[in-house]
């Protein structure tokens, strides 16, 4: 099945810092790519998405492109708040075709500090 | 607020016992989804059901048992439970069981079920 490695962490940096998280896969075809966020005692929730090469998810200032050369989806953010503090989960489709059950890279626990 | 509802919060239980964990998914959602999460292992994908039937499985032990409702809710049976099975134990939900044009691939998680063995 497909899989994802994402960078190891934890990551501390200072308010208004830029944040970069790195996530690689493995996967056969082109599945979509996902960033899945879980805030302190809540469940996961999807950041953003893309769903083919050179797509490029965004949402709430973070960004992410789905780079078929490297195979990557490496997230990316200018300028971070306290309010990011936070687990960071890369993901894509278990398997490639119509799969939706997701497999999720070992996460990267951010933290911001004022 | 996902809409997915996930009972118990908080568990706690000895080893050799055997617990339910009930999870109620996003309304007009079928397909639903569980997950375990732990230090070491992550998160892991353990069983996928989709309106009453299974529809895909990943690294669930023997031990352990799901099934989906006719009103689709979800059940998690875990027995025989080991100090090894401590976890937060996430259910999910979506539309549809598999990625397609109408749909955008998004996972709706509750907030968990956190089970401690001693």
């Known amino acids: 099945g497909n899989s994802v490695t994402q960078m190891e962490g934890p990551v501390t940096l200072s308010e208004e810092a830029f944040l970069t998280i790195n996530c690689t896969y493995t996967a056969t075809g082109y599945p979509s790519l996902f960033w899945y966020v879980q805030y302190p005692g809540e469940g996961l929730q999807l950041l953003l998405k893309a769903t083919k090469a050179d797509d490029k998810g965004s949402n709430k200032g973070f960004e992410a492109t789905y780079r078929k050369e490297t195979t990557s989806f490496h997230l990316e953010k200018g300028s971070v708040q306290v309010s990011d503090s936070a687990v960071y989960f890369c993901a894509l489709p278990l398997t490639s075709g119509s799969a939706r059950q997701l497999t999720f890279g070992s996460g990267t626990q951010l933290t911001v500090l004022p | 607020d996902s809409g997915v509802t996930q009972t118990p919060k908080h568990l706690i239980t000895a080893t050799g016992q055997r617990v339910t964990l009930r999870c109620s998914p996003r309304s007009g959602d079928l397909s639903v989804y569980w997950y375990q999460q732990s230090l070491d292992q992550g998160l892991q994908f353990l069983i996928q059901?989709?309106?009453?039937?299974?529809?895909a499985k990943g690294n669930i032990l023997e031990r352990f048992s799901a099934q989906q409702f006719p009103d689709l809710h979800s059940e998690l049976n875990l027995s025989s439970l080991e100090l090894g099975d401590s976890a937060l134990y996430f259910c999910a939900s979506s539309v549809g069981s598999s990625f397609n044009a109408a749909n955008t691939g998004e996972l709706f998680f509750g907030e968990g079920s956190r089970l401690t063995v001693l």
């Open positions: 059901y989709y309106n009453g039937e299974e529809r």
